[in-house]
């Protein structure tokens, strides 16, 4: 048996032979020279986390955190914008970026006439958001760390619970956008994404919603996520955990599969 | 020899509308072959399905003896690529642009580097090449898409409207470098609607018209076959023409009567000149020239190539 | 300055917004509202419920809010007017260079691109106003009232933006500007708490800022609020600042355009 069919028979086939890493390794070269927009990316949640931290934290005080106990405003918030971000910037980089080289660019039609497929594109843009965020999340953690926010050593889970939650939504805005027909769209998406900023159990606890909301809000996949991260950092582990990661682990793999069938289908007409 | 390309009845269906329609053609190593059609022949979505990213709907067709449907990345792996709108990475510098598609290729990276030196100088890139693609003028990025498509050492390149969008001077500069390429043995597979461009390039070509081939042949087989060895072009005044259409029929063995001038196909064009001003016309002007394709596609479809 | 041809400057951006409007209308509508809902009132029962602050006495979190938030938003549209709208016009459409070669001439281009910007920014801060008066956030009266401070503040943030991105070549400085400029003035400058929050070099800095002085102006013009500084200084101020940013506007728009 060659190898070749040996790895068939192991991997599923979208997996075998992939080479997305060489799209990532594309990714880097474009970022040598933009790598300032990199860097910056990770400022823009710690100012939040400053001013609503230290800002509001002593107008608001002390809020209910999980499991009963009573938390300092800014260690109840640190978790929730770290969720956020890591959300927004996956989206970013699967809508507008995508879009960008899917209608303008014509990137990726070139991309295809090499051995690459449509897969090893959608995996390997993918990967490439997560990697973005391993970088951001890791800095937040070491800067709510310093600012005394985390409960535990655990928090350190925060992190891979970020490139979850960044999974989940690039997957996800990387189907939306193979859907998109122009630039005004995005502004659908946006209008999509403050809500879910705004109202997933961001800003202050599940009790402040009238009654009647609570089971919305807890559709937001951001919820989990932030829910998620605050079991972490607040090291308060009970079996939610299981239907937060349950949670994003479907919305990401439904995105997947949409976004690589879309991505097929508009490519290779 | 084993050809590299095997197409029979090869069909492409969007929907209803078939562009591709039970199309026949081979294509031996070492040899240019054309696709010479206006534009919406079938000529892309052909090119298209040989390049493995377009299935085919019906038919047969074989790239170095693969399916393309089976073995898509093989062949992938092993042709050059040069499409119609360049699509170059415009968010890296030339020579990135050359690198990361030898990446794509899996080439090791020390093997692209030497590579690029190679091609930079094919494409005469030298001192653009640390410069990001968006400024450089169209024959600059088209000749970088070629090299582009020669970073794998390709068996087959592909070609599609090579100089279309090109300045006169460009286009020779391109022409060049395609010549060389053919005399270093790599075959190449070309689409274009313009006849000089085909007779130029191409060892062996068919004519394409909605979705079929109409012809095939060397460009001098087919104007042989197809067309007289001289052409009379006479002009008119406005609104001359017309009236003048049969007396010039007496002239010629055909005419082709166009918006602004008459087409006298003959086998000696000074005489048919002479006989016509003989019969009292008066055309404003009179070209005397060789038959060329264009006057082969002219007559199998009736239809001017650019319109 | 002739105005006719100004007016066509500014008709040609009316008849472009005319075809987005809908999509943007919708959002300036929405984004206020989530706002006011989910910080002025869910955040704002936290604060309601806690100690207050110096300055809040007797008065909610959400009337507290309102008024700085409005202006808030009216600097962040002002931003985006200055960069992503100039860059279309200077470099990814190149519509300034055939404004500049028909008779309208570069004067009337930058007099339409603010005078434009002036009408946004009144609209946006209008329904804004709208939008909190009638969550209750604020009385209609002020909300009124504050609708040209909103256009103060969007156009002293337009104008050196317009100048600052009039030679950029791609959006990478604009990045910066953003994420090191807008978004830490948003959060800083006492539009969610009072800045007497912060430690006191940053009190400092945020008094330096357009959108400090913007909201405390707004805050005396909505709650009576008495402001450290006498009134026309924050007017001034911020006039001044669109003033130089205009002089600088106009510069280096012939500079690049007339070549």
């Known amino acids: ?269 | 020899m084993q050809p590299l390309v095997e197409a029979a009845d090869l069909t492409k269906r969007f929907g209803d509308f078939t562009a591709v329609d039970q199309i026949g053609f081979s294509v031996a190593p070492g040899e240019v072959f054309g696709f010479l059609g206006p534009n919406g022949a079938g000529k892309s979505s052909t090119m298209r399905m040989i390049g493995a990213v377009s299935p085919v709907t019906s038919g047969r067709l074989r790239v170095f003896g693969l399916d393309p449907a089976a073995d898509g990345r093989r062949i992938r792996s092993r042709l050059g690529v040069v499409p119609q709108d360049d699509s170059l990475d415009l968010e890296l510098s030339v020579e990135e642009n050359l690198y990361i598609y030898g990446r794509y290729y899996d080439i090791p990276r020390r093997q692209i580097r030497a590579r690029i030196e190679e091609l930079i100088d094919f494409a005469q890139l030298g001192e653009r090449r640390t410069s990001r693609v968006d400024p450089l003028s169209g024959g600059m990025k088209r000749r970088l898409t070629i090299a582009r498509g020669l970073i794998n050492r390709p068996d087959l390149l592909l070609l599609d409207e090579p100089t279309t969008g090109l300045d006169p001077q460009a286009r020779h500069v391109l022409w060049d470098r395609l010549y060389r390429l053919k005399q270093d043995g790599v075959t190449q597979i070309i689409t274009t609607h313009y006849m000089d461009e085909a007779e130029q390039l191409c060892d062996r070509l068919v004519i394409m018209d909605r979705g079929r081939i109409v012809a095939e042949g060397s460009p001098r087989g087919l104007i042989e076959a197809h067309s007289t060895r001289e052409v009379l072009e006479v002009r008119f005044p406005v609104g001359e023409l017309e009236p003048a259409g049969p007396a010039l029929r007496q002239v010629a063995d055909r005419v082709e009567l166009l918006a602004d001038r008459a087409l006298l196909y003959t086998s000696n064009a000074d005489s048919a000149l002479a006989e016509t001003h003989r019969l009292g016309l008066r055309p404003e002007s009179a070209l005397v020239r060789r038959s060329t394709l264009e006057d082969v596609f002219l007559k199998l479809t009736g239809r001017t190539l650019v319109d | 300055m002739p105005l006719p041809g100004v007016l066509r400057v500014v008709e040609a951006d009316a008849v472009v917004y005319r075809r987005v409007w809908k999509g943007s209308a919708f959002s300036s509508f929405v984004t206020p509202a989530l706002f006011l809902v989910a910080m002025g009132l869910g955040l704002g029962s936290l604060v309601d419920r806690g100690a207050g602050a110096p300055g809040f006495e007797g008065l909610s979190y959400v009337a507290f809010l309102a008024p700085g938030l409005l202006v808030a938003s009216a600097m962040q549209s002002g931003a985006a007017q200055g960069s992503f709208k100039v860059m279309a016009g200077m470099k990814w459409d190149r519509t300034y260079h055939s404004v500049v070669a028909s008779p309208v001439g570069t004067g009337r281009l930058v007099g339409g691109h603010f005078i434009w910007t002036a009408i946004r920014m009144l609209m946006v801060s209008v329904i804004f106003g709208g939008v909190a008066a009638a969550l209750g956030a604020i009385s209609p009266v002020a909300a009124l009232a504050l609708a040209p401070v909103g256009m103060l503040i969007g156009l002293a943030t337009a104008a050196p933006m317009t100048a600052f991105t009039a030679n950029r070549e791609n959006t990478e400085a604009l990045t910066a500007v953003f994420r090191f400029g807008i978004t830490p003035m948003y959060l800083f400058s006492g539009t969610f708490f009072p800045i007497t929050q912060l430690p006191e070099w940053l009190q400092s800095v945020a008094t330096v800022t357009p959108l400090w002085h913007a909201v405390e102006l707004a805050r005396r013009i909505a709650l009576g609020h008495s402001s450290a500084l006498p009134a026309w200084l924050h007017v001034g101020y911020l006039v001044l600042l669109f003033a130089v940013g205009v002089v600088l506007t106009q510069r280096l728009f012939s500079r690049r355009l007339n070549v």
């Open chain 1, 1 to 269: 048996m060659t190898t070749r069919t040996l790895t068939l028979r192991v991997l599923p086939p979208p997996l075998a032979g992939l080479r997305a890493q060489r799209l990532i390794e594309r990714n880097m070269l474009v970022y040598k020279r933009a790598w300032m927009i990199l860097v910056s990316g990770f400022f823009e949640p710690v100012f939040y986390l400053l001013s609503l931290g230290i800002g509001m934290g002593r107008l608001v005080g002390e809020v209910a955190g999980p499991g009963g106990t009573t938390v300092s405003y800014a260690a109840f918030v640190a978790p929730a914008l770290l969720a956020a971000s890591a959300m927004n910037g996956a989206v970013f980089e699967a809508t507008i970026n995508i879009f960008m080289k899917l209608r303008y660019g014509k990137i990726y039609d070139a991309i295809l006439a090499t051995p690459l497929r449509p897969w090893d594109i959608a995996i390997g843009e993918i990967t490439w958001s997560l990697l973005r965020g391993v970088l951001y999340s890791t800095g937040f953690v070491v800067v709510m760390a310093a600012m005394g926010l985390v409960a535990t050593p655990l928090a350190i889970l925060a992190i891979p619970a970020a490139i979850l939650i960044g999974f989940a939504f690039g997957a996800a805005g990387m189907a939306a956008s193979t859907f998109m027909r122009s630039w005004q769209d995005f502004d659908l998406v946006m209008l999509f994404l403050l809500p879910l900023f705004l109202f997933s159990a961001t800003f202050y606890p599940l009790d402040v919603y009238p009654p009647a909301l609570r089971a919305l809000v807890q559709l937001s996949p951001l919820y989990h996520g932030v829910e998620l991260v605050r079991a972490f950092t607040l090291s308060s582990f009970d079996l939610g955990i299981i239907g937060h990661v349950t949670y994003l682990i479907a919305i990401g793999s439904a995105g997947l599969m949409v976004a690589g069938r879309r991505l097929r289908a508009l490519l290779n007409p």
